[in-house]
């Protein structure tokens, strides 16, 4: 590797390190967006996952949506143990999904204007775990309970900066509302991301649907500009990098 070269962060999913030049530039925002069903939390749990398990980088997932038992349940299908790695402290899941009651010591000012408790939480479990990798699911979730575009813009800016300042390869999901042309929030969230990555889920026939994966902009990267093949299956997401979807 050369000084020019950029250090790249392993996602670990099959296929889709090809696409992006072997991986994410280390400490990057990288945005995971797609309509629900996607498969965001899928693949942002695989990245936790295989960080942990292949590449000696402990990660937190902060989850704001589904709660963690859920998240182990539909994981393990994959065979990926997210428990097993929690108790050898490889990972850990932050907790602040709907059904938890939140504590305001813990969470601070959230939800109001201001995200540093948030922003402290995850801070402190990546210090705790010594955590490389970090994934935001869905910062769709937070981007909601603001109101002004200004503020959000300026939160999440705070929020993603502090995260990543030491080298912390930080992962975000973002859903992409069904019944929307537009992208909504989307464009705040990918203007803070140097990097951002759709999954689709398309009809391509009266009885059939087609997953496929996109890499629309990656920071200091020749990444692939077509819409590649994308497959759900017992391992987990696998992305054909010489597979172009048929929907596009
Ligand atoms: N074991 C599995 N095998 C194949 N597909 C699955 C499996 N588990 C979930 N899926 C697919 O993944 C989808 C959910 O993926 P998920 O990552 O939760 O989506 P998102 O976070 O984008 O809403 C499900 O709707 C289903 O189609
Ligand atoms: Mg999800």
Known sequence: MSDHDIERVKTGIPGLDELIEGGFPRGDTILIAGKAGTGKSILATQFIYKGATEYNEPGVFVTLEEPPHLIKR?????????????????????????????????????????????????????????????????????AYKFRSRDILREEFFKLTANITRSGVTLLLTSEIPAQQGGLGVFDIEAFLASGVIVLYNEKISDTSRSRSIEVLKLRGSKHSSRIHSMRITDEGIRVWPGEISPGH
């Open 74 to 142: 539909n994981m393990i299908r994959f065979g990926m143990d997210l428990e097993k790695l929690v108790n050898e402290k490889k990972i850990s899941i932050v907790d602040l999904s709907p059904s938890k009651e939140v504590t305001p010591v813990t969470i601070g000012e959230y939800p109001s204007f201001d995200l540093s408790g948030l922003e402290a939480i995850i801070l402190n479990h990546v210090k705790k775990l010594g955590a490389k990798r970090v994934v935001l699911d869905t910062l769709s979730i937070l």
